[in-house]
């Protein structure tokens, strides 16, 4: 553990920008169909503030005041999902009636769905709740998870935070990349967690990039460090594989296939007036083209 704070149950999901889709219904009518969210309002939903991430979308709902709905998101691919951090409007209480996931739904309501929480309890609106109440699951070979929640009668109903931890399930997606951990020589099991860093401190982590495909190359990798709220990202900048000249994006003109790079030094500077805080940020590898 880095700090006051429990550790992460595995690697938080980027579930807002890896092809994942967010679906929202009123259940009042069993006919009423999924709308689909945009990829403003899943940053939004998957960011670390407390600004309403379905508000606008829920309006357009009847404000879902006295109107169950859900939500459901489903992904590209299997999942292993070993985390869950929900946060509403709503305060601490048991607005969420349950949540399901299902191995093999392709549009939210077919297929099979069994239970993961009943009665979640939503956690009180606190700035670091998202770091004190991570709830552990052990769900494997997931492809959709869903959300029932309660429209309570008088009272706007909105959702602020939905934060996943996992990883893609083994043999699924085999093209594309990997962080490799240098110190381990293996893939990052778990966030980097800096811990208590004062302001005007820094720190250098040992990373790798390491093609995963076993047949094809990855063309134009571009790397660099974007958060979600706040200006985390404005922290970090890095080298390319085996270089010492730090910038705040960086690209590779190719990476074969089952190839690792050479060692990528990641920095983290706080800056000296930085507001304290907690914070959040991800380094996003983004490949052009395969070949």
């Known amino acids: 553990m880095a700090g006051s704070y429990p550790d992460v ?3 938080r999901i980027g579930w807002d920008a890896d092809g994942t889709v967010l679906l929202v219904r009123r259940t009042q009518t069993a006919s009423y169909p999924w709308q689909e969210q945009s990829a403003a ?3 939004v939903f998957n960011a670390e503030d407390s600004v309403a991430a379905l508000e606008n979308e829920l ?9 169950d709905g859900e939500l459901a998101l489903i992904f590209p691919e299997l999942r292993e999902l070993d985390g869950l951090f929900i946060q509403t409007n709503k305060g601490t209480g048991n607005f969420i009636t349950a949540i399901d996931a299902s191995g093999d739904t392709t549009n939210g309501f077919d297929g099979t769905f069994s239970s993961v ?3 979640y309890t939503d956690p009180a609106d606190v700035i670091d709740s ?15 998870l869903r959300v029932t929640f309660l429209g309570l009668k008088g009272s706007n109903m909105s959702f602020r935070m939905m934060h996943l931890y996992g990883e893609i399930s083994g043999g699924e997606t085999p093209d594309r990349l990997l962080w490799f951990d240098d110190v381990t ?3 990052f099991t778990a966030d980097i967690d800096y811990g208590f860093t004062p302001r005007g401190g820094s720190e250098d982590v040992l990373i ?3 093609n995963n495909s076993a047949a094809l190359t990855a063309n134009t990798v571009q790397y660099t460090a974007e958060d979600l709220y706040q200006d985390a990202a404005t922290w970090f900048t890095a080298t390319l594989p085996g270089g010492s000249t730090y910038q705040a994006t960086q690209q590779i003109s190719s990476i074969a296939p089952a190839t690792t790079t050479g060692i990528i030094t990641l920095r983290r500077i706080t800056p000296g007036d930085q507001t304290p805080g907690v914070y959040a940020a991800r380094e ?4 052009a083209s395969w070949s």
């Open 9 to 11: 149950p595995s690697r």
């Open 41 to 43: 309002t899943k940053a």
């Open 59 to 67: 309006d357009d709902l009847n404000q879902f005041n006295n109107h």
């Open 117 to 119: 929480i009943a009665n």
């Open 130 to 144: 998202w770091r004190d109440n991570i709830t552990s699951l052990a769900e494997s070979n997931r492809r959709a």
């Open 185 to 187: 020589g293996l893939e």
């Open 208 to 210: 790798r990039l390491r």
């Open 284 to 287: 996003f590898a983004n490949v």
